[in-house]
């Protein structure tokens, strides 16, 4: 996490609560075991004190151990289950991307920003038809913003200034041969989002996947999320995508921009 949504005042931050987090954190996709030394580099913690809040993780229950090497546990999901229940924006969101994915038999997802990725909040696969959702992409996924359509989208959003903020010393990592990896050719394929308003990113993220993102705004202009479909190429096509795909993912941003 490079943002800080909430400032505090200094005596007000507890330093043990944020190590213990950035030592959860290491844990990601692609490193799905860890031992003290590995978590340590990744949290930017001394060996000794990585190894503490591991130990103390798993005695609470959110990691297993073999005794060297440890893994998130089930008991994690705790928090994400709690928060797509409770929170306004998935329960907002469903009965829309399931009216979508029935009208269209497509797949549709729901986006945030967080950081340099992007999380899924809500989805819906299709019921029949293509069913193109491709691995990786279930509730709670975190894909890498700059690769990805919804992620473009999102930091079309941004401010300019923003913009430059978040790509200063980034380094965007290469996911597929196609994989937009230079910043100033990023920003202007951001630049373009901004003008159409909506963005198609083809196997940049993953070989075989092409997803079209418009941006869902509240009453006040503000993008709070990104709506997307997957589909086949030929239904991304110009042609076809205007005349299907894109009226449908605009109507349902302009049904939803009231309640957001």
């Known amino acids: 996490?490079?943002?800080?949504?909430?400032?505090?005042?200094?005596?007000?931050?507890?330093?043990?609560?944020?190590?213990?987090?950035?030592?959860?954190?290491?844990?990601?996709?692609?490193?799905?075991?860890?031992?003290?030394?590995?978590?340590?580099?990744?949290?930017?913690?001394?060996?000794?004190?990585?190894?503490?809040?591991l130990l103390t993780l798993a005695h609470l229950g959110y990691l297993d151990t073999d005794g060297s090497h440890y893994w998130l546990?089930?008991?994690?999901?705790?928090?994400?289950?709690?928060?797509?229940?409770?929170?306004?924006?998935?329960?907002?969101?469903?009965?829309?991307?399931?009216?979508?994915a029935a009208q269209s038999r497509e797949s549709f997802s729901a986006v945030v920003l967080d950081g340099d990725e992007v999380v899924i909040v809500a989805r819906s696969a299709a019921s029949g038809g293509q069913r193109l959702m491709p691995y990786g992409l279930h509730l709670g996924a975190r894909l890498p913003a700059h690769a990805t359509s919804t992620g473009r989208v999102l930091l079309?959003?941004?401010?300019?200034?923003?913009?430059?903020?978040?790509?200063?010393?980034?380094?965007?990592?290469?996911?597929?041969?196609?994989?937009?990896?230079?910043?100033?050719?990023?920003?202007?394929?951001?630049?373009?989002?901004?003008?159409?308003?909506?963005?198609?990113?083809?196997?940049?993220?993953?070989?075989?996947?092409?997803?079209?993102?418009?941006?869902?705004?509240?009453?006040?202009?503000q993008t709070v999320a990104a709506l997307n479909v997957v589909a086949a190429p030929d239904r991304l096509a110009p042609e076809a995508m205007r005349q299907d795909l894109l009226p449908l993912l605009l109507d349902a941003a302009r049904e939803l921009r009231p309640l957001l």
């Not at 330093?15 to 030592?23: L, R």
């Not at 990601?28 to 913690?45: F, I, K, P, S, W």
């Not at 079309?156 to 790509?167: E, I, Y």
């Open 156 to 221: 079309a959003g941004h401010s300019r200034t923003a913009l430059s903020a978040w790509l200063k010393g980034r380094e965007l990592r290469r996911l597929t041969p196609l994989t937009t990896v230079e910043p100033k050719k990023l920003r202007m394929v951001i630049e373009r989002v901004r003008q159409d308003d909506f963005c198609v990113a083809s196997e940049e993220h993953e070989l075989g996947v092409h997803a079209l993102a418009i941006p869902l705004r509240n009453m006040r202009g």
């Open 1 to 53: 996490m490079d943002h800080h949504p909430h400032p505090i005042a200094k005596a007000d931050f507890i330093e043990g609560i944020a190590k213990g987090m950035a030592v959860l954190e290491s844990f990601d996709t692609e490193r799905q075991r860890l031992n003290a030394t590995q978590a340590a580099e990744r949290a930017g913690l001394t060996r000794a004190a990585a190894r503490r809040h």
């Open 73 to 100: 546990s089930a008991k994690v999901l705790r928090f994400s289950g709690s928060y797509l229940s409770s929170a306004r924006l998935p329960r907002l969101l469903q009965p829309t991307l399931n009216r979508l």
